[in-house]
């Protein structure tokens, strides 16, 4: 589960975000690439090719899109109860 008291320090202010590769719990980003390459839009990858949410979602087909993230992330680093 993605842990919101980590969260990747680029994140965007809002519900979603991605939790630091620095997760004590291991639950971090491992930079798989999956969720920036989904929806380049709204994730971004930082300098060493950690992911984080670059924009919020606003209508419901984003939202959708960014939930699809959240299943597909392997170490459910994305989390929207931010």
Same mark, same amino acid.
């Given at each position: 589960?993605? #842990?919101? #008291?980590?969260?990747?320090?680029? #994140?965007?202010?809002?519900?979603?975000?991605?939790?630091?590769?620095?997760?004590?719990?291991?639950?971090?980003?491992?930079?798989?690439?999956?969720?920036? #390459?989904?929806?380049?839009?709204?994730?971004?990858?930082?300098?060493?090719?950690?992911?984080?949410?670059?924009?919020?979602?606003?209508?419901?087909?984003?939202?959708?899109?960014?939930?699809?993230?959240?299943?597909?992330?392997?170490?459910?680093?994305?989390?929207?109860?931010?």
């Amino acid at each position: 589960m993605a #842990n919101s #008291n980590m969260k990747h320090p680029s #994140n965007a202010p809002g519900p979603f975000y991605v939790t630091s590769p620095e997760d004590p719990e291991g639950e971090g980003c491992t930079a798989c690439t999956i969720c920036y #390459n989904a929806a380049p839009e709204f994730f971004s990858e930082d300098g060493e090719g950690y992911a984080y949410v670059s924009l919020q979602p606003q209508a419901t087909d984003q939202v959708a899109l960014c939930r699809e993230q959240i299943d597909a992330c392997p170490t459910t680093a994305i989390g929207a109860n931010g």
